[in-house]
């Protein structure tokens, strides 16, 4: 009899997992809004159920007597899986583990109680009383919702007169209304792509990152393998398993994020208790170092993991298409030239200003002998 997975999500992020499973052999259930579920028609069976309503998806898993569940690429399901593999005693991560991994502000207080840097932060769930919450941070400030992803919600702030919009802007989508408001650390971005089994955490990858900048600093390009010094990827290291196991993220994928300034001192910004998404690490890590991520991931759930054989063997990368990169279409349409371009697509024929990432209207990824600049 196969063995039966659940997973958290039905939308493209969730697509290269329920894919992978069925590869694996595996029985595939997912759950999401019938909204953008684009990956139902690939799972074994679908149900219509929000992946925040945990116990009807619970209820679910009950009765189809699942052998594990999982999720990539999206913090709203994180609490979710947690529950799930807690009240069924299937692997994963703590409900108390993914609630702070999932929040911010709970997030930063328990890194900044540990050895890494963080910047000084406050929480707000109000625009009242601000600059009075706000007195010990210095300018620039970054101002973000304490439970979204993807950039939303994110703004980097100058000057008193540009907090009222920000703040308003952060807490108007913030699930729980709530937001964090840190000071800025100059530097240039890095994530990190790790799996965990048992408490032991191993670095899969580490991302350069191509943004574009303030105010919102959305993700033009994601490349591997990092181009930063072995000390500082040292430090990154480091860092990254004290905050895993801060958090207590001891089972599954996690992508963690730091700066990096001139001087060379590493900050964390944030950890998720998830695979990155924009293809991270359901492409990426693959493509540039020969693991299978996925197929890890899943093992981890099923209770079948092997330690990563890593070592680095290509470079891989991802440019979106934007604003900013309007050049990435002329990339897309001359594909045939760039055999090195493993998959591209064109979302949309459109572009917009870029405030979040799904402000993006295309992408290529790409695995070559070098990095491909554009």
Known sequence: MKKKIAVIGASYLQLPMIIKAKEMGLETICFA???????RTEADRFYPISITEKEKILDVCRNERIDAVASIATDLAVPTVAYVASRLNLIGNTPESANISTNKYAMRKALSACDTNSPKFVRIDDRNNIREKTAGLRFPLIVKPCDRSGSAGVTKVEKWEDMDAAANGALSISLEHEAI???????????????SWQGTHYVLAITDKVTSGAPHFVELAHHQPSRHTTETQAEIKRQTSVALTTLGINYGASHSEFLITDDGQVFVTEIGARMGGDFIGSDLVQLSTGYDFLKGSIEIACGTFSPPNVS???????WFLSTKTPQVSNYIRQILQHPEIVRAEITSLELIELAKSADRSGYFIYQSEKRMEL
């Open 33 to 39: 809004w019938l909204d953008g579920a684009v990956a």
């Open 181 to 195: 408001i840190e000071e800025f650390v100059a530097g240039v971005e890095v994530s990190v792509e790790t799996i």
């Open 312 to 318: 680095a063997k290509h470079c891989s990368g991802v």
